[in-house]
């Protein structure tokens, strides 16, 4: 079971974190500073995987962007390895090459993604076609919802409306 995911810059700045697992804010705040510290300290030929207190830490750092998991002592790193990438390709295939400003700028649907490919720290769905249509889903209901209407058809009065317009 994944218990958190981080997502940070070369710089540290937290950009994306999701917790499946109940922590303080003041807790979450420890844990992500004190992890952030530790990645950005090890060299890159280093191995993607920590032990730290009682979890595996796994990552990767994709162009300026790392991924970071928590996951439990028994669960396999290598399987979390390729949630990441995984995660890492919808990211690619949605923006077409993601970079940091994407995820800065449309975190919603960074969001949204992850939750379609997991859910309560367990991948959900490994299909990135279902994940993908999902979110293009998503999108179409969020343009729909866009759309200029007048004041009476927000007030669900549509009918005095197009009858005052004749």
């Not at 540290?12 to 705040?29: E, F, M």
């Not at 690619?92 to 400003?101: H, P, T």
């Amino acid at each position: 079971m994944i218990h958190f995911m981080l997502l940070f810059s070369r710089q540290g700045k937290l950009r994306l974190q999701k917790w499946y697992i109940s922590q303080t804010d003041k807790a979450k705040k420890k844990i992500t500073r004190d992890l952030v510290t530790l990645i950005l300290a090890r060299k890159p030929k280093m191995c993607s995987f920590l032990e730290w207190k009682e979890l595996k830490i796994v990552y990767k750092r994709y162009a300026s962007l790392y991924f970071c998991c928590a996951i439990e002592q028994q669960d396999n790193e290598l399987l979390c390895l390729e949630v990441i990438h995984r995660y890492v390709e919808l990211l690619d295939k949605y923006f077409g090459s993601v970079c940091e400003l994407d995820i800065i700028f449309n975190f919603e649907k960074a969001y949204f993604m992850l939750d379609e490919f997991i859910l309560g720290g367990e991948v959900q769905e490994t299909s990135k076609k279902n994940v993908l249509k999902a979110i293009a889903a998503q999108d179409l209901l969020q343009e729909d919802n866009n759309e200029p209407k007048s004041v009476l058809e927000d007030l669900g009065l549509a009918n005095i409306a197009s009858a005052l317009s004749s």
